[in-house]
Nanobody, 127 residues
């Protein structure tokens, strides 16, 4: 059974930092697209940062480029999202997601291709 276990998140003031973690079990870590989507109240879920674990290719939403960094630890089957210079508009529920690389590697930010989801973790940034 494939599982995604998230940790991190919380509340910070604008300009602060947080780190999210997502560990996967039950799947070959090196053959996945993994990363985070987020959803704010009243808005659609959107791709934030994603990585192709076997090849290192990454995707960042324009709104987070230069502030967020996605990385991976192959020994721990874990992907991290370091979020710096946080803004109030980053406030949302953040969801870890994963999919087999064979299905997502050419359209890594396409939400419909992701079939594995974490439980979500809240990130709140106050001004």
């Amino acid at each position: 059974q494939v599982q995604l276990v998230e940790s991190g998140g919380g509340s910070v003031q604008a300009g602060g930092s947080l780190r999210l973690s997502c560990a996967v079990s039950g799947y070959t870590f090196s053959r996945m697209c993994m990363g985070w989507f987020r959803q704010a109240p009243g808005r659609e879920r959107e791709a934030v940062a994603l990585i192709l674990t076997g090849g290192g290719s990454t995707y960042y939403a324009d709104s987070v480029k230069g502030r967020f960094t996605i990385s991976q630890d192959n020994a721990k089957n874990t992907v991290y999202l370091q979020m710096n210079s946080l803004k109030p508009e980053d406030t949302a529920m953040y969801y870890c997601a994963a999919a087999a690389a064979s299905t997502c590697r050419l359209m890594i930010s396409e939400i419909a291709l992701y079939n594995l989801w974490g439980q979500g973790t809240q990130v709140t940034v106050s001004s």
